[in-house]
């Protein structure tokens, strides 16, 4: 099983980035895919989650109105569509997969790194 995240990078405040995660190695119709994020010196938080089967979202209050989590369920890929980037926004942004009957994340994807520059 893998989670494959690309598309972090370095970015101004006020620009965008969009990130994709690409499942693959199992089905994934009894998870949701979620973003979860982690800053320097700071816990893990939640970004944002969708199941593949219906698109069902969940999104952080802090992103709301800026973040976008969409999917590919043909291709089994998430995509974070980030937009309005805050300095504070920096951080190595995980996918992961969160078993919807144990709410257990099971699977993890590697991180990648988005960097806003004030």
């Known amino acids: 099983v893998q989670l494959v995240e690309s598309g972090g990078g370095l970015v101004q405040a006020g620009g965008s980035l969009r990130l994709s995660c690409a499942a693959s190695?199992?089905?994934?119709?009894?998870?949701?895919l979620v973003w979860l994020r982690q800053a320097p010196g700071k816990e893990r938080e939640f970004v944002a989650s969708?199941?593949?089967?219906?698109?069902?979202?969940n999104t952080a209050d802090s992103v709301q109105g800026r973040f976008t989590i969409s999917r590919d369920r043909a291709n089994n890929t998430v995509y974070l569509q980030m937009n309005s980037l805050k300095p504070d926004d920096t951080a190595v942004y995980y996918c992961a997969a969160n078993n919807m009957w144990s709410q257990r994340y099971d699977y993890w994807g590697q991180g990648t790194q988005v960097t806003v520059s004030s």
């Open positions: 190695g199992r089905s994934f119709s009894n998870y949701k």
């Open positions: 969708i199941t593949l089967n219906g698109g069902s979202t």
